[in-house]
């Protein structure tokens, strides 16, 4: 089992670099950390049966024992031959099962051809011969007759025959690997001189340092403010491994020595990149955008910044819900530092945020914030007023509503971000009136602003405002953080119109047997104004026509005589209205009289008419 891949027989999982990184575990130290005993392979022992092995691992008494039995050993874990590894208990009636991690992937592929890495069996003193060149990190552990599971032991050694170089130094580095290059974790340098004579290594690392972290080994470990580093050889025993762990570029040279500290070899100069920290958004924030008094739609946008290998060229991607959904929609990424959302209903709640990306594929993701629901909960007469935009951002509706009422509902009760909600009210009074009790009086410029303040994170729902003075009205509702930084705004224009039109002037013009021409004067539509499809009405003897936006008019009819009743009705966006009836009496006379003859009139019906103020006569002759 194992032979035609280069274990012989028993395996379990590996992987690569200090740490876990990658999967591999670097053995170093001597130490007992949590449950995996971790030893540094050193000098050659000799057991009790005199046969002769190399480093040990493990030992405690449920734990179990890792021993190398056969390899040669030219550096701290490193071998340039097959190695042979036994693992055991000093209990023999535990029960042994191990993983292996290996960077050789035709082994890993045998042991786990499903991908699912899995504890694998064997014998309580069995042995394992690894034949291809690679890494290995080994994970022992015990069962007693129980069951019970013991303390992990793991080794790490690599195995390299055909590539090892007959002199020198080298440098490998191994970490996580992210975009363009860029390590997205610590970074395990090991360095390993094989120069015969050599007795001392060093290294020294050059490079320019982005956040506060350390570069070096267990033993000894160096502080580096952000900027650039000073070089400086330290000493490292030879086959073991400096930690970088700080964000940054750096190039790192190795050196051996000999006896007398004369320098034997200079490594290749190894360049690194590492970017293990997240891009820093230092503000999200909405608002909503008008323009020439319409609104455009809610815009988001995002400050953020990467110290280290700085944001992708298309940094963020946005994304939206209506807060009851559980699904955010899916957009592409984007250069752009705010987004607009158009269309959306001003009375519902959504739910957005950005994600961030720098080019070492990190990623952070915002808070979200809550796009707040505004909306009219108290109007009986809203729906006689028109509305433009209804339902979307910065929304324009008239009502002649005598109080109004506005509710809100800001962010749900998990986000405890927001510390404050504020309504703001801007426009002018065109009647005397209140605003949530403060009066205000014809032609006074208004900008009211009212504060909730909430506590413990509770939900922020409903709070109301009271509207009860005529004027055309930007509402906004703003919400703040716990900085006390505005976050979201939202918007409703309402007009507030409460005063009918009057008509000033209702005469006819001109009439005849077959058509009669109107004029009507209005003094003023008040603050909003004529209606949209048309603010006169004008009927004759009761017949409707459609409504007109002008202040003229002409009926056609058949000719006939008689009085001929026409009404005239006026109505503004709010939906107030007046109206004024005129009568005309025609006499058609032809073909019965001469001209220059008298037309004998009934003066009792035109009197009895005219004694009425609501009403005024016209009397033609035909």
Request: aromatic residues 10%; glycine residues 10%.
């Amino acid at each position: 089992m194992y032979s035609g891949i280069g274990i012989i027989p028993g395996t379990d999982t590996g992987g690569g670099s200090e740490g876990g990184e990658n999967g591999t575990h670097t053995n170093q130290g001597g130490t007992n950390q949590g449950s995996a005993n971790t030893n540094n392979p050193g000098t050659l022992v000799n057991t009790g049966n005199n046969q002769q092995t190399g480093p040990i691992i493990g030992g405690d008494a449920q734990d179990p024992i890792i021993r190398v039995l056969d390899g040669e050993q030219v550096a701290a874990s490193f071998y340039r031959s097959d190695v042979t590894l036994q693992i055991y208990t000093q209990d023999k009636t535990q029960r042994i099962k191990y993983i292996l991690t290996t960077t050789v992937p035709e082994i890993n592929n045998e042991l786990y051809p499903s991908g699912l890495v899995r504890e694998l069996d064997i014998e309580n003193g069995g042995t394992l011969t690894f034949t291809k060149n690679g890494e290995y990190t080994i994970t022992a552990y015990a069962y007693d007759v129980y069951g019970q599971k013991s303390n992990s032991v793991v080794m790490w050694f690599k195995r390299e025959t055909d590539t090892r170089p007959d002199s020198g130094i080298t440098l490998t580095a191994s970490g996580n690997i992210g975009d363009n290059d860029w390590y997205t974790s610590n970074i395990t340098i090991r360095v390993l001189g094989t120069d015969a004579g050599s007795s001392r290594v060093t290294y020294r690392v050059q490079g320019t340092v982005y956040e506060k972290g350390t570069i070096g080994n267990y033993a000894q470990t160096y502080e580096y403010e952000v900027g650039e580093i000073t070089p400086r050889e330290i000493e490292i025993a030879n086959g073991t491994t400096i930690k970088v762990a700080t964000d940054g570029n750096f190039t790192i040279t190795a050196y051996t020595y000999d006896e007398v500290g004369n320098r034997i070899s200079t490594s290749a100069p190894l360049t690194i990149k590492r970017d293990a920290t997240r891009p820093v958004i230092q503000s999200f924030t909405g608002e909503q955008e008008i323009q020439n008094n319409v609104g455009q739609g809610f815009r988001v946008s995002v400050d953020a910044l990467d110290r280290a290998s700085g944001l992708t060229s298309t940094p963020y991607t946005y994304q939206y819900k209506l807060a009851p959904s559980t699904a955010y929609d899916t957009p592409t990424a984007t250069r752009e530092t705010s987004k607009l959302y158009a269309n959306l209903d001003t009375t519902k709640t959504y739910d957005m945020y950005v994600i961030v990306k720098d080019e070492a594929g990190n990623r952070v993701s915002s808070d979200v914030i809550s796009r707040p629901a505004l909306w009219i909960s108290s109007n009986p007469n809203q729906s006689e007023g028109e509305r433009i935009n209804e339902g979307k951002e910065g929304s324009l509706q008239y009502t002649r509503s005598l109080n109004i009422e506005f509710s809100f509902k800001g962010q749900d009760s998990n986000n405890v971000d927001i510390s404050k909600i504020e309504y703001q009210v801007e426009g002018i009074a065109t009647e005397d009136g209140t605003i949530d009790g403060t009066s205000y009086i014809k032609d006074q410029p208004v900008n009211q602003t009212k504060e909730y303040f909430s506590s413990n994170g509770q939900d922020k729902v409903k709070q109301t405002l009271n509207l009860a003075t005529d004027g055309d009205w930007t509402v906004k509702v703003h919400t703040y953080n716990k900085e006390g930084r505005k976050v979201t705004t939202n918007t409703i224009r309402i007009c507030r119109d409460t005063v009918a039109p009057i008509v000033t002037e209702f005469a006819v013009t001109s009439g005849g047997a077959s058509e009669i021409s109107i004029k009507v004067l209005v003094d003023s539509f008040g603050v909003s104004g004529q209606r949209t499809s048309g603010g006169y009405f004008y009927y004759l003897e009761g017949v409707a026509y459609p409504p007109a936006t002008i202040n003229s008019f002409t009926f056609n009819m058949v000719k006939t005589s008689g009085n001929k009743e026409i009404k005239i009705k006026v109505m503004d966006k709010a939906g107030n209205e007046s109206e004024t009836i005129n009568y005309v009496k025609i006499e058609f006379l032809v073909d019965t009289v001469e001209i220059g003859d008298y037309v004998e009139i009934d003066m009792r019906i035109m009197e009895e008419k005219c004694n009425s103020t609501k009403f005024k006569w016209n009397v033609w002759r035909i």
